[in-house]
T-cell receptor
Framework: GAVVSQHPSRVICKSGTSVKIECRSL??????MFWYRQFPKQSLMLMAT?????????EQGVEKDKFLINHASLTLSTLTVTSAHPEDSSFYIC???????????FGAGTRLSVL | GQQLNQSPQSMFIQEGEDVSMNCTSS?????WLWYKQDPGEGPVLLIA?????ELTSNGRLTAQFGITRKDSFLNISASIPSDVGIYFC????????FGDGTTLTVKP
């Protein structure tokens, strides 16, 4: 299957700092990437849909100024958690939609811990 | 919006047993997907289904795309300890919609 690389896999930061998470499609061009948040033992919660060259579409209840998304190229999307607080601690997962039928392939996730 | 009902929510089985889980929706989907998520990892695609009635296997896994295009099931035969994890179904019809997951525990 297609390969999606997500970095870093784990980050610990102090409250008030910003954290950037990268998502790369390694062997295909992804016009659309997705960012999810997952709480322990819960399902994937879609945060936003990132389209190359245009503004991301955020789901209801997700603060766009808090979670900045940039999709600057067909292989890279970034999520920046600005002024992180302990309640932002979570598992963040990206996925990229393949040209073939739009099937999503997921990154390995980023565990964010805000102290 | 579109919603998927995935069941069961969790399963505790003995090694060697067969497993069955399913997803239903009030909406029609063009594609059904099944993913598995190991702890601390992202979901991995197991099986993709593209046609109503399609039955597809991947090793010990078998999945079917319902005739009505509103449901799908996943079967795992002769379960082994490494089958533990969370299984998600996803329906695609423009936008992807994910089920809430089935957590599988396999006792050796």
């Amino acid at each position: 299957g297609a390969v999606v690389s997500q970095h870093p896999s784990r980050v610990i930061c102090k409250s008030g700092t910003s954290v950037k998470i990268e998502c790369r499609s390694l062997d295909f061009q992804a016009t659309t990437m997705f960012w999810y948040r997952q709480f322990p033992k819960q399902s994937l919660m879609l945060m936003a849909t990132s389209n190359e060259g245009s503004k991301a579409t955020y789901e209801q209840g997700v603060e766009k100024d808090k979670f900045l998304i940039n999709h600057a190229s067909l292989t890279l999307s970034t999520l920046t958690v600005t002024s992180a607080h302990p309640e932002d601690s979570s598992f963040y997962i990206c996925s990229a939609g393949t040209p073939l039928r739009g099937i999503q392939y997921f990154g390995a996730g980023t565990r964010l811990s805000v102290l | 919006g579109q919603q998927l009902n995935q069941s069961p929510q969790s399963m505790f089985i003995q090694e060697g047993e067969d497993v069955s889980m399913n997803c239903t929706s009030s909406s029609i989907f063009n594609t059904w997907l099944w993913y598995k998520q190991d702890p601390g990892e992202g979901p991995v695609l197991l099986i993709a289904l593209y046609k109503a009635g399609e039955l597809t296997s991947n090793g010990r896994l078998t999945a079917q795309f319902g005739i009505t295009r509103k449901d799908s099931f996943l079967n795992i035969s002769a379960s082994i300890p490494s089958d533990v994890g969370i299984y998600f179904c996803a329906g695609q019809g423009g936008k992807s919609t994910f089920g809430d997951g089935t957590t599988l525990t396999v006792k050796p």
